[in-house]
């Protein structure tokens, strides 16, 4: 098994242009936490912060009542789970197609600077730019592509060389949600988002096959499912205080990092790999 240096230095010898990075976004590449409180996703604003309908606020309580229970049962088994999540995101789309997201809405939301992205980000950014190595964002969130691109245009993040994988709406010449796009994206379900799936991704990493993940989520693991990758580093942000989940994940991800880390351990990744 290889160590983490040996890793490091394997993607240093193939050279940045064999490199991509497949990350994660919502408290990922964002806090988890602002100003003292927690930041579940970009989504959640839409309830907490009374966007749409009354309405739209007891139809995302009521599938959260149903469901949240079911993803989080231990005893439930993944199968069932994938099914559910499938049934509880396909229906929170729908619903705000229902009550007509519009892309004003979305707009608002970002600008509220609520979301935050993680300390070191202007770095991160511009190695990817210099180097010209391309991020791909694979994204369960419940309002998805559109915000995440609304989100990077308004911290004026060059997004030339990212590229986000995530739920879509279909729009209306007022840019209102019409109808969705598939495949509808969920936590468990990463697996079968496979890149082959999105051909013009897929074309710009196809031969980088040094790969550089970054989660949050076991699931998250399952981002790279599909991809013929020669080298992988994983790295994962941990939410818990407790010791039996953070050994668990030690496990599995080459890096675990405690508390709201920066991006400094991955911009020092890849300012080694650049060299």
């Not at 983490?4 to 990922?28: P, Y």
């Not at 959260?64 to 509880?88: A, L, N």
């Not at 730019?129 to 004026?156: E, Q, R, V």
Request: glycine fraction near 4%; proline fraction near 2%.
């Amino acid at each position: 098994m290889q160590s983490i240096s040996e890793k490091i230095m394997k993607i240093q010898e193939w050279g940045v242009n064999k490199l991509h990075i497949l990350a994660d976004f919502d408290r990922t590449l964002t806090k988890g936490f602002y100003q003292w409180k927690k930041i579940s996703s970009i989504a959640s604003f839409l309830y907490t912060w009374d966007y749409l309908f009354s309405a739209y606020q007891e139809q995302w309580q009521a599938l959260f009542d149903h469901y949240y229970p079911i993803e989080q049962d231990h005893t439930i088994d993944r199968g069932t789970k994938k099914k559910s999540m499938q049934e509880r995101w396909t229906k929170h789309l729908d619903i705000l197609i229902k009550y007509k997201l519009s892309r004003n809405d979305i707009a608002d939301i970002v600008q509220q600077d609520l979301l935050q992205l993680r300390d070191g980000y202007a770095q991160f950014f511009a190695q990817i730019n210099s180097y010209h190595i391309p991020l791909i964002i694979i994204s369960a969130s419940g309002i998805g592509y559109d915000a995440i691109d609304a989100f990077l245009s308004h911290k004026k993040i060059d997004q030339q060389y990212v590229s986000i994988i995530s739920n879509a709406f279909i729009r209306d010449e007022k840019w209102y949600a019409i109808g969705r796009k598939e495949p509808v994206i969920h936590s468990l379900n990463k697996d079968e988002t496979t890149l082959q799936q999105f051909p013009d991704v897929y074309t710009k990493v196809q031969d980088r096959t040094n790969v550089i993940l970054l989660g949050d989520s076991l699931h998250d693991l399952e981002m790279i499912d599909g991809f013929d990758y020669d080298n992988l580093l994983t790295i994962w942000r941990c939410h818990s205080d407790d010791p039996e989940t953070k050994n668990r994940y030690d496990e599995c991800f080459d890096i675990v990092i405690t508390n709201d880390w920066p991006l400094d351990i991955v911009n020092t990744i890849l300012s080694k790999i650049t060299l």
